[in-house]
């Protein structure tokens, strides 16, 4: 036991040096070409190509996505790396072996294995390797090592120039495409579109989400340019059947090569159940189903029973429900508020909402306040987080001052929201049916839920 100690100790110090090496990157910091991450993984020798890839973009739902095909992978036999950001509670989160966080002393010691080659590149250019570069060559490097039989990767920001890009990968997955990172991606669907459509190369199967028709004309057209079929969610597949169940949701669905019928996905909403068959579309177009010769039932559906997916629409107290949500954008609130809806017959609900200041937090206020009975205003820890006082004026604005309450400390906030379920004027058990939901941005639910645990 002691021994057990010792290793735990010594791998959790070598995970913190190797993450204070990380954040000395500056975790936001990002610059739009590939020419660092060529070079990096390069002098790597290119692990990247050691094995066949799935790769992600779109703007919400990638990484639940990038979940499902991995535990349906898991169920088909196969030894899957996964790649997603951002993380949760633990950056060894970004990458998963078997299904798992890589375990604290093997992240430290791809970090050890990329360090020197960053090092190197720095001392030549003006713009050091990036935080999320170094991550992605640390994963490469992980999955290579491992090895795998085939790597999930999820695109940091975007497609075309993110630092992911530099695989050729098989099968290439959309999922639906909003307006998000304006600033970065260009003002307009199209334009942001168009740059996810990067991630489309040579002979490629891509499986895409229904999209808006300002987004699916650049994806068709790239695919078109790079001689890629093309799968699309409601014509060559989709969801046919869909009921509440206890703990999530039953499905029956349509895949690429036939009908899956009783798959049970202990996650709620439609929008978990699109991420569902966009991960069952890729995983067969991946394994060369063919109409008509549908995967294994029974392997499916034991994929898809042990998806999990922390911090969306997940439970973590009772009396009164505690809900934390990663929604960061109104089309990932609008999902989130349609899917709670659906769940959950709450009598009162109260919101605790902290944001990042690049979104569109007015257009999340807004679909909150038809389904929240109060907000508690709060502040994340965030380099980049809305002061407590901007969201509150824009809270007052949009809930009226009496729904809105101020805290300037997210553990305060939810207290406050507790506390505010409690509070029942017409004397009936004041915690029956009553619910507290914590949203508005990934650092959010990923703070709440530290919170939560202790």
Sequence with gaps: MSNDRDRAAADAAELARAEAGLN?????????????????????????????????????????????????????????????????ESVTERIALDGEPIPAGKFAAA???????????????????????????????????????VAVVEVGLGGEWDATNVLDAGVAVITPISLDHAALLGGTVASIATEKAGIIHGDASVVTAVQPADAIEPLLSRAASEGASVAREGVEFGVLERTIAVGGQQLRLKGLAGQYDDIFLPLHGAHQAQNAVLA?????????????RALASDAVREGFANVRSPGRLERLRTSPTVLVDAAH??????????????????????A????????????????LEPVADAIVVTENSSPRRLSVDDLAAVAVEVFGADRVDVASRLDDAIESAVAITEEDDAGDAPLAGAGVLVTGSVVTAAEARKLLAR
């Design 24 to 88: 000395a990157r500056g975790p936001g910091r990002m610059v739009p070409d590939r020419d660092r991450i060529v070079a990096l993984l390069d002098l790597l020798g290119n692990p990247q190509r050691a094995y066949p890839a799935i790769h992600l973009t779109g703007t919400n739902g990638k990484t639940s996505t990038s979940r499902m095909i991995d535990s349906l992978l898991k169920a088909f036999g196969l030894r899957a790396g996964r790649y997603t950001s951002p993380h949760l």
């Design 329 to 350: 954008n109104p089309a990932g609130m609008t999902a989130t508020v349609q899917a709670m809806a659906e769940a959950f017959a709450f009598r009162k609900l109260v």
């Design 280 to 292: 069952l579309a890729a995983v067969e177009a991946f394994l060369g189903a063919a109409p008509g």
């Design 352 to 367: 605790v909402v902290a944001v990042l200041d690049d979104k569109d937090y007015r257009g999340m206020l807004e679909l």
């Design 111 to 149: 970090y050890d294995e990329v360090a020197p080659m960053a090092d190197l590149l720095d001392a030549k250019n003006a713009d050091p390797v990036t935080y999320f570069e170094f991550t992605t060559a640390m994963a490469f490097a992980a999955f290579a090592d491992a090895p795998v039989d």
